[in-house]
T-cell receptor, first 115, second 115 residues
């Protein structure tokens, strides 16, 4: 079945460091790919998405490129801030029809950024 | 505006008891999802409602789990004869009609602990 694998955390960085969180997926067909973020005390929220191969999703300085050849969707940010400390989830859309989003999530990667 | 509201935020119960978890989606959102997040794991799909009907309940683990959405708004997840393995955070998400891939709005979750 479809699945998502992401690097284990926690990832601990100093402010202004470069961030990469790896994500690979297994899927039949061509799913859409997503990164969700969960800040402390809040619900998951969509950070960025890419709906087809070679698309780049970006938001709040974060980027991820849909790589079909390597089945990957790695999350990157050039300079992290303390406020980026959160848990990041990679996900794929197993089905999307008429507004139905059936998402498969990875296990999550906790990021801690220190001043 | 109000986001997705889930109650209770925490529930501690004893093995064998019955539990109800409530989700109040964003007003006007027609789609509603329940996910379950066990410790150290990503959210796992349980059930999807479009309006009042359960359009996909393939993620419910067994017949002890049941969910309703009688008026197409508030939803209740019901768990009978709870087991220790049911301990998890239960997440609710909603989305409006015509939403794009991945555009789910999550609540903060209900943490269920079965002793």
């Amino acid at each position: 079945g479809n699945s998502v694998t992401q690097m284990e955390g926690p990832v601990t960085l100093s402010e202004e460091a470069f961030l990469t969180i790896n994500c690979t997926y297994t899927a039949t067909g061509y799913p859409s790919l997503f990164w969700y973020v969960q800040y402390p005390g809040e619900g998951l929220q969509l950070l960025l998405k890419a709906t087809k191969a070679d698309d780049k999703g970006s938001n709040k300085g974060f980027e991820a490129t849909y790589r079909k050849e390597t089945t990957s969707f790695h999350l990157e940010k050039g300079s992290v801030q303390v406020s980026d400390s959160a848990v990041y989830f990679c996900a794929l859309s197993e089905a999307f029809s008429g507004g139905y989003n059936k998402l498969i999530f990875g296990a999550g990667t906790r990021l801690a950024v220190h001043p | 505006g109000a986001g997705v509201s889930q109650t209770p935020s925490n529930k501690v119960t004893e093995k064998g008891k019955y539990v109800e978890l409530r989700c109040d989606p964003i007003s006007g959102h027609t789609a509603l999802y329940w996910y379950r997040q066990s410790l150290g794991q990503g959210p796992e799909f349980l059930i999807y409602f479009q309006g009042t009907g359960a359009a996909d309940d393939s993620g419910l683990p067994n017949d002890r789990f049941f969910a309703v959405r009688p008026e197409g708004s508030v939803s209740t997840l019901k768990i009978q004869r709870t087991e220790r393995g049911d301990s998890a955070v239960y997440l609710c998400a909603s989305s409006p009609s015509g939403s794009g891939p991945g555009e789910l709005f999550f609540g903060e979750g209900s943490r269920l602990t079965v002793l």
